[in-house]
């Protein structure tokens, strides 16, 4: 089982304050994804992921029909086709905004959980290869209390693991669907399973990832580690003049 790590987390007039990320600073980073946005450690001997976040609070600001988000954990896919992830997703439709808890293994389509989630929740993730090519994947609704088990057959590579924010795809054609606008996501109690031992992100090999489009137009962006195993991810408002360096710049394959 994973070891909870503390944060100080305080409840004031609706609003969740984190106190340690008063001075994490943004981060542009030399690894960039047009879909991905967060912490990848891609090492090796990784069987097993867990992270603690709260669902953002996402909104429509453009044109187009739909928008979406996704917040996951993951082992596999930085660098090789293999991926196993759970999470959540909101997904904005003609007006219309659905939460969801989620989990996929590639190439198979994602499966959504039966655990109402909304935003604001506090949720818990956790994976763990518990035999050979057997894994177990819990969820945790810490705001509502509730909780699933699911126990699925899947061969990894055990390559890398992740702590993302994502951009999701049309099932229908594989585009890119509109990045909702999900302010900030809070990633914190990050850890990992890597050759046996549990670490936190930075002790598991963690490098910001940032998100942005194929032309360098800033999407979102982690900010530093903080105690290791604590980050957040933000949405970049200002698209037209926010743009990432070009130089030594990193595309990740594969994502």
């Known amino acids: 089982m994973f070891t909870f790590k503390t944060i100080s987390i305080v409840i004031a007039a609706g609003f ?18 047009q879909n991905w946005g967060g912490y990848v450690a891609d090492r090796g001997g990784y069987t097993g992921v867990s992270g603690t976040w709260l ?14 988000e996704a917040t996951w954990i993951g082992v596999g896919g930085s660098r090789s086709l293999d991926l196993i992830q759970a999470g959540t997703q909101t997904i904005i439709q003609k ?13 198979g389509p994602a499966y959504n959980i039966p655990l109402e989630v909304r935003a604001g929740d506090l949720v818990t993730i956790s994976m763990k290869e518990i035999s ?36 999701p795809s049309s099932y229908s054609n594989q585009n890119l669907i509109q990045l909702a606008n999900f302010g900030s996501a809070l990633f914190f109690n990050g850890a990992a399973t890597m050759n046996g031992a549990q670490v936190n992100i930075a002790e598991a090999g963690g490098e910001p990832v940032t998100m942005a489009t194929q032309g360098g137009v800033l999407l979102a962006s982690p900010s530093s580690l903080v105690n290791g195993h604590a980050f957040s991810i933000t949405r970049s408002i200002n698209q037209v003049s ?6 030594n710049l990193t595309v990740i394959s594969g994502l």
Do not use: C
Request: overall charge negative; charged content about 20%.
């Open 132 to 167: 050979t090519n057997k894994w177990e994947i819990s969820f945790t609704n810490e705001t509502s209390g509730r909780t699933y088990l699911q126990d699925i057959n899947y061969v990894s590579s055990h390559s890398s693991v992740e702590w993302m924010e994502e951009r």
């Open 16 to 33: 969740l304050l984190v106190a340690p990320f008063s001075d994490a600073s943004v981060v542009y980073v030399k690894r960039a994804s």
């Open 95 to 107: 007006g219309q905004v659905s939460y969801h808890m989620w989990y996929e293994t590639l190439p």
């Open 242 to 247: 926010a743009s990432l360096p070009t130089s």
């Open 55 to 68: 669902v953002p609070t996402s909104r429509f600001s453009g044109i187009e029909e739909m928008a979406a």
